[in-house]
């Protein structure tokens, strides 16, 4: 069962932070929503609270 978590990512290259989802079982590649950036260095932060 896939399990998913809201993690704070921000983009390296305009520095935007961002609300998405993530799960351990879909490492999906993420960009940039602000069209005139589309970059791909996006960090993923994930927040406190839960353990592996
Ligand atoms: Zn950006």
Do not use: F, L
Request: charged share 40%; proline share 4%.
């Amino acid at each position: 069962m896939a399990e998913t978590e809201q993690v704070t990512c921000k983009c390296m290259a305009c520095g935007h932070e961002y609300t998405d989802t993530w799960s351990k079982d879909e490492d999906k590649e993420r960009t940039c929503p602000i069209p005139e950036c589309r970059s791909n260095s996006i960090r993923v932060m994930r927040q406190k609270g839960k353990k592996e």
